[in-house]
């Protein structure tokens, strides 16, 4: 399979509602969808940044400058076997995974194109439809989260996730659970606690989440894995596992019993295989994890978590949750018992129109 060219599209996405975490707010999605084309047909990737780093430490701007510079160069005009084989020639490229995904993923529906089969069949999935749930930021009041929460529990989502930080939790929590009985509950602290803080993450116990997210720091494995043996709620591992080594370690010394799997952080389909892998031989159930994607990462998404220890229901809710209107046709939808199905049309199962939403269009051939 050779490379013929790629275009990078730079995109701005009106969210229908803001979405906060404990490191900021975020509007307007503004990310990168990635084409490659050859062989007559074109595969998409997206580049799943956010507009500043502070979830991980790409943005936009490091990103572009990444794949024009350092991974367009390795993969325009060249022949690929497989598409684990441009994971391989990324290697030398130290971290900058977002933006790893963005083309290797690419490469990968390109690559089931060809082969006319679905992206999940290509990446090993057995299931044909993923239960899923739903991430629900920060709120200004209370009573805004419950009304919230039980909207997306009106639309049959599986599971809800609610961002915490310090000053949004204990009371929150506590009145999520008393409104709304033994829902799947957890909670996501995108690192906004220290060991300092043990006295109230116990005091979380109580409300019988299914997982804390990644509640101390974003670099951190051994820490988490003092606070796990402190707690009766399993901990979830996010932003500190780039890697299956990474995985190896935490799973090692007890820093968390589940693992959130997202294809960004991770550098693509390649690597998140192979966490899957490690964590399935470890009985570590994972989950897809979301960067409030466009229907493109999506369907990635989608992909990957047909799996089979893709146990949890995941982040990656319907394309309605986030957009008016989104890239794909068809756009990710969620039926009426939380599941979505999974598409066994060629790669990633949908057109996609990127046009309208594209801000700045870049292409890059090959010289030779
Ligand atoms: O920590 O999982 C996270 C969104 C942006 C950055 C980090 C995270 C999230 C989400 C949203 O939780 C998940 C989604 O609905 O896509
Ligand atoms: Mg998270």
Redesign the pocket.
Known sequence: MRITKLVLRVMNMPLKEY?E?SFGR?KDREFIIVEAHGEGEIGYGEATV?HAPL?NEETLGTALHIIRDFLAPLVVGKDFAHPSDVAQVFKPIRRNNIAKAGVENAVWDLYAKTRQQSLAKVIGGVKTKIPVG??IGIKESIPELLKTIEKYLLQNYRRI?M?IKPGWDIASVAAVRREFGDILLMA?A?SAYTLADIPMLKRLDEFRLMMI??PLGHDDIIDHGVLQKELVTPICL??SIHNAEDARKAISIGACRII?I?LGRVGGHTEAIKIHDICRANAIPVWC?????SGVGRLHNVAITTLPNFILPG???GSD??FDEDITDPTVTVDNEGYIHVSDEPGIGAQVNAEKFTVEKITIEAHN
């Open positions: 979405f975490t975020e956010m979830y739903v991430s996730k961002k996501d995108n997210e990644q996010d932003e959130n997202k994890g979301g960067m409030l994607e982040d990656t809710s949750r986030y």
